[in-house]
Structures are given as structure tokens and as C-alpha cells.
């Protein structure tokens, strides 16, 4: 991985020997050739030192502009493609937004007329001069709220820190991921693959899985990148993923737990295999690559490529010289010692932490609390089953009871309610009662033909 060395995006890809390029399903464009061109149609100078929102809707057209636009605008403000509309006068004025980068698919919307407008292309011209360098913020929108998002304030140095570690990551020709590169994870990815040297093959919302596989394939794709959530889907489709040999494979965003690992093990027996927890306001934490879930009890209390990590309130802490600058409204991000506090409760069994499950995700039974993540990660050890989904529901007495959704391995080849229906639910329900305390065995199991995942690659739980 290169190192920045103080240097801009466009200074390091003018030292990438071989043409690398960035491969999206409208076609391919050289980012290597940013060394001395433009996208911008000769019009970045305008943009210089400003606040600028980048709103443009094609991939491709987005990750030519990052290039250009780090070390010459002042701030970055990401607009992510599922970003609500209604939401953007408030970014807007919350970030001191003053410009805006579109492309031609940019939808219209009054809170951008009054914004200097220009616009990118996913196209390279030749460009002479280079713009006046300053330092760049980075503002990345999070994700999982209801309401306005919180806005976090990023720099290229804390978004590239964890990049700096030795990882089976290194090395890549051509990486892959199924995450928008607009989120923190899928920034991650696009960060190495332009530090690193890689060309990068980009996700398409509209694509489906096969021909998604089957750009992969013709990429000859070398490391692949993905939610958990967004490895099953894709597991869904056996003879599409026989389509690549990846060697390393790579989760993030959600708990990876045993069952997605040992099926990613089974799918692709080459490949480096491992999972990373981060944040988009701590940044990455670490990463694990020995095929199991949850990761050593001696990561915590100890530092780490400079990562400290602690438990405090049953929550995972951490300090890191990756965590976020801030907000943009200025909320604490950091405790006085500089943690971040996660909201990701651990459970240590013997020698290793597992993620247990979010702080706000908690299903009340009778007063017992239950983890819905921990109870998918028993039913989806089930041999029949691809995913689960755990929710509570509404009871009048105890609170709430825990039932699941569940999608099988290959289609559901029964009628509702048939004898071989109800054999298949009772024996996720005892493979369940083998391993949970009473209280969170599902009452009750729904077969369902998929799950709602959201753009960030996560299932969606509300």
C-alpha cells in the first residue's frame, strides 16, 4: 500500500506505473490518466477552497471526482444515493455547503439552485495546470437514522490510517465490492484500490447478481469486498460465484458470524478470508483473517497499529488515530480519554469477544433481553438455512416475543403450513432450544424468499 507522504490523490496515482481504471457496468474510464487530465470540463478552479457537495449519481463519474477534488476544495460533503431528499437544505446549511458537483443524472431539486453548479463527467480531458493545494475535509453522511444524519468530519489522513497496517488486503490487481463507495465501507475499499494501484470494479443498484459476477469475472478480480448480508445474497447464486477465484475475501458493516465464514470457506478454498469491524466515526478497528467469528480477548486492553480498544458499560470503545475529527455540529464524538463509544455490546466466550449485538437493538422479553444477532447467528448455522432476520413482536404479556423471518438454502419446495413445512420449522426451532436459553428461542419462524438489505449493504431491522 502506498504511503501519502503528504501527497494528494492525483500526486500518488501519477506514480501508478500500469493504467488502472475504475469498471462500472456503462463502461470503463482510466483514473491513472487523472495524472494529467480532468473530468471537470476545465472547470475545477472554480471550486477551489470551497465547501462542496458531491451529488452526482454515477459511481464512476463520484470516484473520478474524489481524485480531483481532494487537496483543492476546502470540504468533501459525500451525498450518498440513498440519501432523502427532504434532508438536503438541512446538509446543506449545516455543512456551509457552496457548491455543488453534479452529472447529467443528477436529479433536480430547489435546495441545489442556489449553489454554484458544475459538473463532472465520466470522461478524462487533458488538463495543464494543477489547482493551488489546501487540506481537504472529508464529511461522510451516517447511516441507520431516522431523522437528518449525523454529518462526520474526516480527513484523508484518518481515512487511510488503517490502510498503513500490513493485511492480506495488500496486493491487490483488481479489487471488487458490492457496497456504494459514497458509505464509509465502500470508501474504505476505494481508497485502497487507488493507493494500492488496483483497478476498482464498482457496484450498479440496478445490476443483478450474475452480470454483477460476470464484470468480476472479466476483471479477473483479485479481492472482493462485502457486508455479510451482501455475501449471502451472493451465495444465493453458486454458479455465479464459480465464476471467480479471488484471493482474498473480505466482510465488514455487520457481524460476520460462523456460518457466512465457513460457507465463504466452502465457496472460495483459496482465497484469504477475513472480517473487519469499523465505523464511519472510529474509523477501521481491526480486521481478523483466521476464519473464525469474533476475534482474540487479548485485543482488548492492549494497542494495536495504534488502535486501543477497551469494554466499558458492555460496550466496545475505541481510540485511534483513524476516529473522525468530529461532527459538523460540533456534538462530542470522543469521551475525555478519546474513545468513541460504539453502542456494540461484547460477549467474551473462553479466549474470544463475539458481537452480541447493538445497544438499541434489544428485544425486551418479559423483562430478559435479547440480542436478535445472536439469534441469528444460531438459526443461519442451520444446514438449510441462507439468512435470518430476528424482531420482536408485540405481546400482552410479556412485552414482546422473538420471531423470525428465514430465507432457505435454494427455493422453499413447500406448500404453507404442509407436513414437511412445519418438520423443517421445528427443527430450526430445536437446533435453536440445543443452544439458547428459553427466552430467545423464536416463537415462531416465517419462511420468506429474500430480505430487505438496504443501500449500506446491512439488513434492514426496522
Known amino acids: 500500500m502506498a504511503s501519502l507522504d503528504a501527497r494528494s490523490l492525483r500526486e500518488v496515482i501519477a506514480a501508478i506505473e500500469a493504467p488502472r481504471s475504475f469498471l462500472s457496468p456503462q463502461g470503463a474510464v482510466r483514473f491513472t490518466d487523472l495524472a494529467g487530465g480532468t473530468s471537470f470540463g476545465g472547470r475545477l478552479g472554480e471550486l477551489a477552497g470551497k465547501a462542496v457537495l458531491l451529488a452526482a449519481e454515477s459511481q464512476i463519474a463520484s470516484a473520478l471526482a474524489l481524485i480531483e477534488l481532494e487537496a483543492v476544495v476546502?470540504?468533501?460533503?459525500?451525498?450518498?444515493?440513498?440519501?432523502?431528499?427532504?434532508?438536503?437544505?438541512?446538509?446543506?446549511?449545516?455543512?456551509?455547503?457552496e457548491a455543488v458537483v453534479v452529472d447529467d443524472a443528477t436529479p433536480a431539486h430547489a435546495a441545489l439552485a442556489a449553489l454554484a453548479r458544475v459538473r463532472c463527467q465520466p470522461a478524462i480531458e487533458p488538463m495543464a495546470a494543477l489547482m493551488p493545494r489546501t487540506?481537504?475535509?472529508?464529511?461522510?453522511?451516517?447511516?441507520?437514522?431516522?431523522?437528518?444524519?449525523?454529518?462526520?468530519?474526516?480527513?484523508?489522513?484518518t481515512l487511510t490510517t488503517a490502510l498503513q497496517a500490513p493485511s492480506p488486503a495488500d496486493g491487490a490487481d483488481v479489487w471488487g465490492t458490492f457496497y456504494d463507495i459514497r458509505r464509509y465501507g465502500g470508501l474504505q475499499i476505494y481508497l485502497r484500490a487507488v493507493l494500492g494501484g488496483a483497478s476498482l470494479v464498482l457496484s450498479s443498484p440496478g445490476e443483478s447478481v450474475a452480470d454483477h459476477f460476470a464484470r468480476l469475472a472479466a476483471a479477473g478480480?483479485?479481492?472482493?469486498?462485502?457486508?455479510?448480508?451482501?455475501?449471502?445474497?451472493?451465495?444465493?447464486?453458486?454458479?455465479?460465484?464459480?465464476?471467480?477465484?479471488?484471493?482474498?475475501?473480505?466482510?465488514?458493516?455487520?457481524?460476520?458470524?460462523?456460518?457466512?465464514?465457513?460457507?465463504l470457506r466452502a465457496a472460495f478454498p483459496h482465497?484469504?478470508?477475513?472480517?473487519?469491524?469499523?465505523?464511519?466515526?472510529?474509523?477501521?478497528?481491526?480486521?481478523?483473517?483466521?476464519?473464525?467469528?469474533?476475534f482474540p480477548s487479548d485485543y482488548i486492553g492492549t494497542v494495536r497499529n495504534g488502535v486501543g480498544l477497551k469494554i466499558l458499560d458492555g460496550t466496545l470503545r475505541i481510540r485511534s488515530p483513524g476516529v473522525a475529527k468530529g461532527?459538523?455540529?460540533?456534538?462530542?464524538?470522543?469521551?475525555?480519554?478519546?474513545?468513541?463509544?460504539?453502542?456494540?455490546?461484547?460477549?467474551?466466550?473462553?479466549?474470544?469477544?463475539?458481537?452480541?449485538?447493538?445497544?438499541?437493538?434489544?428485544?425486551?422479553?418479559?423483562?430478559?433481553?435479547?440480542?436478535?444477532?445472536?439469534?441469528?447467528?444460531?438459526?443461519?448455522?442451520?444446514?438449510?438455512?441462507?439468512?435470518?432476520?430476528?424482531?420482536?413482536?408485540?405481546?400482552?404479556?410479556?412485552?414482546?416475543?422473538?420471531?423470525?423471518?428465514?430465507?432457505?438454502?435454494?427455493?422453499?419446495?413447500?406448500?404453507?403450513?404442509?407436513?414437511?413445512?412445519?418438520?423443517?420449522?421445528?427443527?430450526?426451532?430445536?437446533?435453536?432450544?440445543?443452544?439458547?436459553?428459553?427466552?430467545?428461542?423464536?416463537?415462531?419462524?416465517?419462511?420468506?424468499?429474500?430480505?430487505?438489505?438496504?443501500?449500506?449493504?446491512?439488513l434492514v431491522r426496522r
Open 74 to 97: 476546502r470540504r468533501i460533503v459525500i451525498l450518498p444515493p440513498d440519501a432523502n431528499p427532504a434532508h438536503l437544505p438541512a446538509i446543506i446549511s449545516a455543512a456551509g455547503v
Open 135 to 157: 487540506r481537504t475535509e472529508w464529511v461522510l453522511l451516517t447511516s441507520g437514522t431516522t431523522g437528518v444524519p449525523k454529518m462526520v468530519i474526516h480527513d484523508l489522513e
Open 221 to 263: 478480480v483479485t479481492h472482493l469486498s462485502g457486508t455479510p448480508s451482501q455475501w449471502r445474497r451472493a451465495l444465493m447464486m453458486a454458479p455465479e460465484t464459480g465464476m471467480i477465484a479471488p484471493r482474498y475475501v473480505r466482510l465488514s458493516g455487520e457481524i460476520a458470524d460462523q456460518a457466512v465464514l465457513d460457507a
Open 271 to 294: 482465497a484469504a478470508i477475513g472480517h473487519a469491524y469499523a465505523s464511519t466515526e472510529a474509523g477501521v478497528a481491526f480486521d481478523v483473517n483466521d476464519g473464525i467469528a469474533g
Open 327 to 458: 461532527y459538523v455540529d460540533g456534538e462530542p464524538l470522543v469521551d475525555a480519554a478519546g474513545f468513541v463509544d460504539t453502542g456494540d455490546i461484547l460477549e467474551r466466550k473462553g479466549e474470544r469477544f463475539y458481537f452480541a449485538g447493538r445497544r438499541g437493538g434489544i428485544i425486551n422479553v418479559g423483562g430478559l433481553k435479547v440480542h436478535p444477532e445472536e439469534v441469528e447467528a444460531v438459526i443461519n448455522r442451520h444446514p438449510r438455512v441462507r439468512m435470518s432476520l430476528v424482531r420482536g413482536r408485540q405481546n400482552p404479556v410479556t412485552g414482546s416475543i422473538v420471531v423470525a423471518d428465514v430465507v432457505l438454502k435454494g427455493e422453499d419446495p413447500f406448500a404453507d403450513k404442509s407436513p414437511q413445512q412445519i418438520a423443517l420449522k421445528d427443527d430450526i426451532l430445536k437446533f435453536c432450544r440445543d443452544t439458547l436459553p428459553r427466552h430467545k428461542v423464536p416463537a415462531a419462524i416465517s419462511f420468506v424468499p429474500a430480505l430487505n438489505v438496504a443501500a449500506t449493504g446491512k
